[in-house]
């Protein structure tokens, strides 16, 4: 990580200052050194549509907080310098994060992703937990690049390798020229890298990053998915994070693993109840189970995020847990030992982790206040249970649970829910308004 100090003698010229957008992406300004030495280190502007966008960078209507009726003004980016830390892989650059705050009033902005998360963090530091977090990060690498891909309409795609490299050191290495900078280089950045390794199908990575407090954690997912883009594309191939790119083909995920820790001890852990969980965990769990559909919205935001959840593909269904067993929505972690957590498996790869975090602690922590006891884990094929609920199954239905959770409401505010209700809307709406190549394919010359 780097001081102000560190800019004033060190090999930079250009400052990334950069916010989180709805969708978990980076937005912001490349400052030269010298004026975010003078002045952007303090803040910065942005215009709020950002916070009230699609993935196309649209401006869509039905949001409260900012319309074309409002004008579209300014929000304050104030730069985290804690976060301050070189980009290895962009010569002469560095990088700060920033938290977002009304230009007028100066309070934080209230459905800010980063802001949410940090809302849920203090709920649990008042009563004197500190959430740990750490993301599983999957994806796959194409052999054309990104403008390639695009002028091509997205057809033809061809993965970088050519079957399964689940944990296949061969077939992974074809992918090293991608993959070991962007261990190496994130690790410079300052992001705790573990390992990467090939996944479960063709042309499909996953990397891990070591645990860290929950928003450490979103800050070092987010990191990361822009380190491997923008790396995969200096090396000519591009990376995707949608879940489910081919029909046919497994999905990528985005497990998220959870414990709590008080004074520096995981307060998950107690070696007198079964499994070494601690009655604080058993309530946790049960706060993340009883909640589930009411926070599926954030974990699986887009249309596309909801192809990934079919049976035998190692993607949940379910509303479950297990111990160690991979068909259910979450997984007991480290059974009888003291890095005993939660895995929830629900999450897809296109998720804002600020927003999954966060719509996860609300649960747990509501589950912990309510004082909640946590069912029994379930064992054998999960897929299959008819008496275990299912997760929501479609954009449409986690809309609508978004909209009516009390719990999320009272965590949160209204305000941030309804924004976030419109957002999904949005998704639903453009899907609903497109002639899929499917439709057309089946219906032009036999409708």
């Given at each position: 990580?780097?001081?102000?100090?560190?800019?004033?003698?060190?090999?930079?010229?250009?400052?990334?200052?950069?916010?989180?957008?709805?969708?978990?992406?980076?937005?912001?300004?490349?400052?030269?050194?010298?004026?975010?030495?003078?002045?952007?280190?303090?803040?910065?502007?942005?215009?709020?549509?950002?916070?009230?966008?699609?993935?196309?960078?649209?401006?869509?209507?039905?949001?409260?907080?900012?319309?074309?009726?409002?004008?579209?003004?300014?929000?304050?980016?104030?730069?985290?310098?804690?976060?301050?830390?070189?980009?290895?892989?962009?010569?002469?650059?560095?990088?700060?994060?920033?938290?977002?705050?009304?230009?007028?009033?100066?309070?934080?902005?209230?459905?800010?992703?980063?802001?949410?998360?940090?809302?849920?963090?203090?709920?649990?530091?008042?009563?004197?937990?500190?959430?740990?977090?750490?993301?599983?990060?999957?994806?796959?690498?194409?052999?054309?690049?990104?403008?390639?891909?695009?002028?091509?309409?997205?057809?033809?795609?061809?993965?970088?390798?050519?079957?399964?490299?689940?944990?296949?050191?061969?077939?992974?290495?074809?992918?090293?020229?991608?993959?070991?900078?962007?261990?190496?280089?994130?690790?410079?950045?300052?992001?705790?890298?573990?390992?990467?390794?090939?996944?479960?199908?063709?042309?499909?990575?996953?990397?891990?990053?070591?645990?860290?407090?929950?928003?450490?954690?979103?800050?070092?997912?987010?990191?990361?998915?822009?380190?491997?883009?923008?790396?995969?594309?200096?090396?000519?191939?591009?990376?995707?994070?949608?879940?489910?790119?081919?029909?046919?083909?497994?999905?990528?995920?985005?497990?998220?693993?959870?414990?709590?820790?008080?004074?520096?001890?995981?307060?998950?852990?107690?070696?007198?109840?079964?499994?070494?969980?601690?009655?604080?965990?058993?309530?946790?769990?049960?706060?993340?189970?009883?909640?589930?559909?009411?926070?599926?919205?954030?974990?699986?935001?887009?249309?596309?995020?909801?192809?990934?959840?079919?049976?035998g593909t190692f993607a949940p269904t379910k509303i479950a847990w297990s111990v160690d067993n991979r068909t259910a929505g979450y997984r007991l972690v480290g059974e009888d030992t003291k890095g005993v957590r939660i895995e929830c498996r629900i999450p897809g790869s296109?998720?804002?982790?600020?927003?999954?975090?966060?719509?996860?602690?609300?649960?747990?922590?509501?589950?912990?206040?309510?004082?909640?006891?946590?069912?029994?884990?379930?064992?054998?094929?999960?897929?299959?249970?008819?008496?275990?609920?299912?997760?929501?199954?479609?954009?449409?239905?986690?809309?609508?649970?978004?909209?009516?959770?009390?719990?999320?409401?009272?965590?949160?505010?209204?305000?941030?829910?309804?924004?976030?209700?419109?957002?999904?809307?949005?998704?639903?709406?453009?899907?609903?308004?497109?002639?899929?190549?499917?439709?057309?394919?089946?219906?032009?010359e036999r409708a």
């Amino acid at each position: 990580m780097l001081t102000l100090d560190d800019l004033k003698t060190g090999p930079y010229d250009t400052i990334l200052v950069a916010m989180v957008d709805m969708q978990g992406r980076l937005m912001g300004k490349r400052f030269t050194v010298q004026n975010f030495l003078e002045a952007g280190h303090a803040e910065t502007h942005c215009c709020n549509y950002l916070l009230a966008t699609d993935l196309e960078m649209a401006t869509p209507d039905g949001y409260a907080a900012t319309s074309w009726e409002q004008g579209y003004g300014d929000y304050v980016m104030t730069p985290d310098l804690s976060t301050l830390r070189p980009v290895p892989w962009l010569d002469g650059t560095a990088m700060v994060l920033c938290d977002v705050t009304d230009h007028h009033t100066h309070t934080p902005v209230p459905h800010s992703p980063r802001e949410m998360l940090k809302a849920q963090v203090a709920r649990a530091k008042a009563m004197g937990l500190t959430p740990m977090m750490a993301t599983e990060i999957e994806f796959f690498l194409f052999e054309k690049s990104y403008d390639d891909i695009r002028r091509g309409g997205f057809r033809d795609l061809a993965p970088l390798v050519g079957y399964n490299q689940d944990y296949n050191l061969f077939q992974s290495s074809r992918e090293e020229h991608v993959m070991r900078p962007i261990r190496n280089h994130l690790v410079a950045a300052g992001v705790p890298v573990e390992n990467s390794k090939g996944e479960a199908e063709t042309g499909q990575e996953e990397l891990n990053i070591r645990y860290a407090d929950a928003v450490a954690c979103a800050d070092h997912h987010t990191i990361a998915k822009q380190a491997i883009k923008e790396i995969a594309d200096a090396e000519g191939h591009a990376a995707t994070f949608l879940p489910k790119w081919r029909a046919d083909k497994v999905g990528s995920a985005a497990h998220v693993h959870q414990s709590m820790f008080r004074d520096g001890a995981n307060a998950f852990h107690d070696p007198s109840k079964p499994r070494a969980m601690s009655d604080l965990m058993g309530s946790y769990v049960a706060g993340l189970m009883r909640y589930t559909p009411d926070l599926t919205a954030f974990l699986a935001p887009y249309v596309n995020s909801y192809k990934r959840f079919l049976p035998g593909t190692f993607a949940p269904t379910k509303i479950a847990w297990s111990v160690d067993n991979r068909t259910a929505g979450y997984r007991l972690v480290g059974e009888d030992t003291k890095g005993v957590r939660i895995e929830c498996r629900i999450p897809g790869s296109d998720i804002n982790p600020y927003l999954a975090c966060a719509a996860q602690l609300a649960a747990g922590l509501k589950g912990i206040e309510d004082g909640l006891t946590c069912p029994d884990p379930v064992t054998g094929d999960v897929y299959g249970m008819e008496d275990v609920a299912d997760i929501p199954n479609t954009l449409r239905s986690a809309t609508e649970t978004l909209r009516t959770s009390a719990m999320l409401r009272d965590a949160f505010g209204d305000g941030v829910i309804d924004h976030y209700t419109r957002a999904a809307e949005v998704e639903q709406e453009a899907f609903d308004a497109a002639v899929t190549d499917w439709e057309v394919a089946r219906g032009f010359e036999r409708a």
